[in-house]
């Protein structure tokens, strides 16, 4: 079956380091997205990309990354990670099809910066 | 500004009973709606959208909601709850700021359901 998956699932990591979230998604869809989910804050958008070597800025891209070389992944990096990072992050993808199309979700990395 | 607000942060339902989740949006323009739910240590699953047509939108696992225009809002239902059914529950409206059609969603803060036996 087709599905999207996250890894690592959990990552605790230090101010200042780099860290890579990778995502794979095996549906074959062109658009891929980066969100986080804090408490009271629901989901916000990081990134998104319509199709390879297309990225765009989201709503709280700031201190993040992406880079689409093919139509399954979707790594998001955190170039010096802050405190403020903290927090759990989703990748998703949708089919390209316009307003309707759903998004389907991975199942979040929890990321913890020291 | 396109938005999306649940105004309530928990909903406390017993089993049997019907339960409501409340979603209110704003948007310029035709509002594409959906519902997510999300169970513990999981992602987030779709249920179901409205995007045209009929108000009362059938989804999974028994839910349904009801597109009100006039009232702006997209409530979640569901006819008998069931324990199983307690999760965290999202409403998102399609953004069309960023990526227009093709784009993202912007999500409410979300709704935890606890349906008590």
């Known amino acids: 079956d087709a599905e999207i998956t996250q890894s690592p699932r959990h990552k605790i990591t230090e101010t200042g380091r780099q860290v890579t979230l990778a995502c794979h998604q095996t549906w074959n869809h062109n658009n891929m997205f980066w969100y986080r989910q804090d408490l009271g804050h629901g989901l916000r958008l990081i990134h998104y990309s319509y199709g390879v070597q297309d990225t765009n800025k989201g709503e709280v891209s700031d201190g993040y990354s992406v880079s689409r070389s093919n139509t399954e992944d979707l790594p998001l990096t955190l170039e010096s990670a802050a405190s403020s990072q903290t927090s759990v992050y989703f990748c998703a993808s949708s089919e390209l099809r316009g307003t309707g199309d759903t998004q389907y979700f991975g199942p979040g990395t929890r990321l913890t910066v020291l | 500004a396109q938005s999306v607000a649940q105004p309530e942060d928990q909903v406390n339902v017993a089993e049997g009973n019907p339960l409501t989740v409340k979603c209110t949006y704003s948007v310029s323009g035709n509002p594409y709606l959906f519902w997510y739910v999300q169970y513990p240590n999981r992602g987030l699953q779709f249920l179901l959208k409205?995007?045209?047509?009929?108000?009362l939108v059938k989804g999974s696992y028994g839910f349904e909601a009801e597109f009100n225009k006039s009232q702006t809002s997209f409530h979640l239902k569901k006819p008998s709850a069931l324990v199983s059914d307690s999760a965290l529950y999202f409403c998102?409206?399609?953004?069309?700021?960023?990526?227009?059609?093709?784009?993202?969603?912007?999500f409410g803060k979300g709704t935890k359901l606890s349906v008590k036996p």
């Open positions: 998102a409206v399609r953004d069309m700021n960023y990526g227009g059609s093709q784009g993202n969603l912007i």
């Open positions: 409205y995007i045209t047509g009929d108000n």
